[in-house]
T-cell receptor, first 112, second 111 residues
Framework: SQTIHQWPATLVQPVGSPLSLECTVE??????LYWYRQAAGRGLQLLFY??????ISSEVPQNLSASRPQDRQFILSSKKLLLSDSGFYLC???????????FGDGTRLSIL | AQSVTQLGSHVSVSEGALVLLRCNYS??????LFWYVQYPNQGLQLLLK??????LVKGINGFEAEFKKSETSFHLTKPSAHMSDAAEYFC?????????FGTGTSLTVIP
């Protein structure tokens, strides 16, 4: 069966520090991959999605970037974190068009 | 463009009462619709999905949803609320690789 892993589960970082969040999917090949951010008490904001290696679309201009170095690996990065980057980050995958998304457990990011 | 509207950001029901969470979609093509549940500090979990096979869709944890094309609705129901149903619920629609989520409805269950 397919599984999705996100880490770390929680992270506390100072303003201006770099960021790297990792997401991997097992049990499937060529998944579509997504990064979302969820602010406290708010809905989901799509940040990036990818339909293949090195094929990444950015939905929101910001100081975050995403990379997909391997088929089932999706990384969210930042060179310098801002206070506004705090939130709950979720990774998701689908098996193809019109398929449901499956989510990881999320990373709670707090910026000090 | 696709969009999803969830009416009521907060819904409170008594334990044992009917749960009704509303979702309306706008779609120019037959939609693929989903309901997700999110417990605190967790990811979203798929409750059920509509893919045109049947208008009444049964999901996990006793939830079901009915697709009504004439009303462009996909409301989520459960006959009897449990305390464990307290969570955030999201309706979503997809077209191709694009997903569109509603803003969510927080369900409180009163003992």
């Amino acid at each position: 069966s397919q599984t999705i892993h996100q880490w770390p589960a929680t992270l506390v970082q100072p303003v201006g520090s770099p960021l790297s969040l990792e997401c991997t999917v097992e049990g499937t090949s060529n998944p579509n991959l997504y990064w979302y951010r969820q602010a406290a008490g708010r809905g989901l904001q799509l940040l990036f999605y990818s339909i293949g290696i090195d094929q990444i679309s950015s939905e929101v201009p910001q100081n975050l970037s995403a990379s997909r170095p391997q088929d089932r690996q999706f990384i969210l990065s930042s060179k310098k974190l801002l206070l506004s980057d705090s939130g709950f980050y979720l990774c998701a995958w689908t098996g193809g068009s019109n398929q449901p998304q499956h989510f990881g457990d999320g990373t709670r990011l707090s910026i000090l | 463009a696709q969009s999803v509207t969830q009416l009521g950001s907060h819904v409170s029901v008594s334990e044992g009462a009917l749960v009704l969470l509303r979702c309306n979609y706008s779609s120019s093509v037959p939609p693929y619709l989903f309901w997700y549940v999110q417990y605190p500090n967790q990811g979203l979990q798929l409750l059920l999905k509509y893919t045109s096979a049947a208008t009444l869709v049964k999901g996990i944890n006793g939830f079901e949803a009915e697709f009504k094309k004439s009303e462009t609705s996909f409301h989520l129901t459960k006959p009897s609320a449990h305390m464990s149903d307290a969570a955030e619920y999201f309706c979503a629609v997809t077209l191709g690789n694009q997903f569109y989520f509603g803003t969510g409805t927080s369900l409180t269950v009163i003992p």
